[in-house]
Nanobody, 132 residues
């Protein structure tokens, strides 16, 4: 079972920056499932979980339109860590941010994906608050 642990959330004023980290550990089960998608999602109470950014094992990236140009997803495979650099933060970015992952034998069509139903490993979340 894979464990994902997020960190880096906090409170910041509008226009500020934060960097979220997600460390992956544990056993993904099948060593032949070496390809992956990893992603950041966010959720506000009472609303659906929203995809923010995703990256795959080929290094391809996908962003939600609301964050493109402001957020950057990256990974450090040596550290088993996924990052989300968030710049020019806005009050509407306030949410709990979750890290997600799924491993594959081969990357799916349209990789990297950015729908919550496409991921089966989730972290506990880290809260981001952006004040105006």
């Amino acid at each position: 079972q894979v464990q994902l642990v997020e960190s880096g959330g906090g409170s910041v004023q509008a226009g500020g920056s934060l960097r979220l980290s997600c460390v992956a550990s544990g056993n993904r089960g099948d060593r032949y499932k070496s390809r992956y998608n990893m992603a950041w999602f966010r959720q506000v109470p009472g609303e659906e979980r929203e995809g923010v950014a995703s990256i795959d094992s080929d290094g391809d990236r996908r962003y939600a339109g609301s964050v493109e140009g402001r957020f950057t997803i990256s990974q450090d495979n040596a550290k088993n860590t996924l990052y989300l650099q968030m710049n020019s933060l806005r009050p509407e970015d306030t949410a709990t941010y979750y890290c997600a992952a799924k491993w594959f034998y081969a990357l799916p069509y349209g990789s990297p994906v950015l729908s919550a139903t496409d991921f089966d490993s989730w972290g506990q979340g880290t809260q981001v608050i952006v004040s105006s």
